[in-house]
């Protein structure tokens, strides 16, 4: 019974380079959430998406940002020509359906750090 | 602007006793708040969560108390223990096609042996 598997765990990049994270949300989930957490701070809203749809982008930066969520395969949340302010831990979560009571999550994964060099 | 508020910033309990984190919101379409729990490089753990129609729900150890006219919410955590030491979060959303969590900063809970 596998939770949100992110990948990679810790990802290092230097300054223009991109970098892409992978999220397989809980079995059976379609819907999935990507926050952002900077050092000691609260997670911030990114991107909502269900299976092949963007649904809600509106925490994302219009630049350099971009995610996905195919019929087949992971969520990605793919970074282009990163800079030292991306260096946060980003989560994906995932739910069955949209709003939740206890038992419908939305649950996290472990997160992906990432550091920009 | 922020949107959900928690306080203490910080919490130091001995072993035994209770601790209690206070959240307040802005925004009264919120109608789903859960709080999560989270240790150091881990990610959220979703904890309990509570809906407007009830002023308190309990769960083991935990317990969050809902204030609607007041527009706060508590979790409390009977008889704390060291392995409760984590950052807690309080998390607000509007029940619908989005459902995005809306946190506040989060709150370091210490249990003192």
């Known amino acids: 019974n596998a939770g949100v598997m992110q990948n990679p765990r810790h990802l290092v990049r230097r300054r223009g380079q991109e970098a892409r994270l992978r999220c397989s949300p809980v079995?059976?989930?379609?819907?999935v959430y990507w926050y952002r957490q900077l050092p000691e701070e609260g997670l911030k809203f990114m991107v909502y998406l269900q299976k092949e749809n963007i649904i809600d982008e509106s925490g994302m930066p219009k630049e350099r940002f971009s995610a996905e969520f195919p019929k087949e395969g992971p969520s990605i949340l793919r970074i282009q020509q990163v800079v030292r302010g991306d260096s946060a831990a980003y989560f994906c979560a995932s739910s069955p359906r949209p709003g939740g009571l206890k038992g419908e999550g939305p649950y996290f994964g472990p997160g992906t750090r990432l550091t920009v060099l | 602007q922020q949107q959900v508020k928690q306080s203490p910033q910080s919490l130091i309990v001995q072993k035994g006793g209770i601790s209690i984190i206070n959240c307040a919101y802005e925004n009264t379409a919120f109608d789903y708040f859960p709080w999560y729990q989270q240790f150091p490089g881990k990610g959220p753990a979703l904890l309990i969560a509570?809906?407007?129609?009830?002023s308190e729900k309990k769960e083991g150890r935990f317990t969050i108390s809902f204030n609607k006219s007041a527009k706060q919410f508590s979790l409390h955590i009977m008889d704390s223990q060291p392995g409760d030491s984590a950052t807690y979060f309080c998390a607000a959303s509007i029940s619908g096609a989005n459902s995005k969590l809306t946190f506040g900063k989060g709150i370091t809970l210490s249990v003192r042996p």
């Open positions: 509570i809906r407007p129609d009830v």
């Open positions: 079995k059976g989930h379609s819907h």
